[in-house]
């Protein structure tokens, strides 16, 4: 069975520093997504950004981007510039390529960001 | 503006009686899941269902029912075998997958359950 663990339960930044949260998982396949989720206080799920395994190179979106190591199995998450709003949990996930979207996800890093 | 509905926001039963939880969506999206979140535990999957009248557990499904009657509506029941029902409830929906395109998860607002 695929598993996804974060070793960081929580994480603290200064605001518009950089910050950069950890993830690893496990599986036997060799084509597979990997996700980083937002869960503000609101408590809504917010996809941030999405790698697929067969692409080398690393997902971008604005200020969020990943180091994957497709090898060593490991999928972290940089901020940059880190904003009050960007406060929130964080969670990892994985899914394989077909099928339904059933979503394996690591425990999840509060992230804390320090004005 | 298309979205997920889940209902109520929170959720108060006594212990030994059965709950139904709502979930709404009208993204003309054919699946639909239930996703439990507990403190420090990410989400865990219950059930999910990629066709109306179908539906399969997830790694959670002991104590939960669920029904799939019509393509917007995707209820759980919380059932009195659950042994730890207190929790946050996700509701989600999707496109079915493709080779031509993968759409991404759309989550609801979320239930938030208390059974004392």
């Known amino acids: 069975a695929q598993t996804v663990t974060q070793s960081q339960p929580e994480m603290s930044v200064q605001e518009a520093e950089t910050v950069t949260l950890s993830c690893t998982y496990d599986?036997?396949?060799?084509?597979?997504?990997l996700f980083w989720y937002k869960q503000p206080p609101s408590r809504q799920m917010i996809l941030v950004i999405r790698?697929?395994?067969?692409?080398?190179q690393n997902a971008t979106e604005n200020r969020f981007s990943v180091n994957f190591q497709k090898a060593a199995k490991s999928f972290s998450l940089k901020i940059s510039d880190s904003q009050l709003g960007d406060a929130a949990m964080y969670f990892c996930?994985?899914?394989?390529?077909?099928?339904?979207?059933?979503?394996?996800f690591g425990q999840g890093t509060r992230l804390t960001i320090n004005p | 503006d298309g979205g997920i509905t889940q209902s109520p926001k929170y959720l108060f039963r006594k212990e030994g009686q059965n709950v139904t939880l709502s979930c709404e969506q009208n993204?003309?999206?054919?699946?639909m899941y239930w996703y439990r979140q507990d403190p420090g535990q990410g989400l865990r999957l219950i059930y999910y269902?990629?066709?109306?009248?179908?539906?399969q557990k997830g790694d959670i499904a002991e104590g939960y029912s669920v029904s799939r009657e019509k393509k917007e509506s995707f209820p759980l029941t919380v059932t009195s075998a659950q042994k730890n029902p207190t929790a946050f409830y996700l509701c989600?929906?999707?496109?079915?997958?493709?080779?031509?395109?993968?759409?991404?998860?759309?989550f609801g607002n979320g239930t938030r359950l208390t059974v004392t």
């Open positions: 996930a994985y899914r394989r390529i077909q099928g339904a979207q059933k979503l394996v």
């Open positions: 790698q697929e395994a067969y692409k080398q």
């Open positions: 993204l003309n999206h054919d699946a």
């Open positions: 269902s990629q066709i109306v009248n179908d539906f």
């Open positions: 989600a929906s999707s496109k079915l997958w493709s080779y031509s395109e993968d759409s991404p998860l759309h």
């Open positions: 599986t036997s396949e060799s084509d597979y997504y």
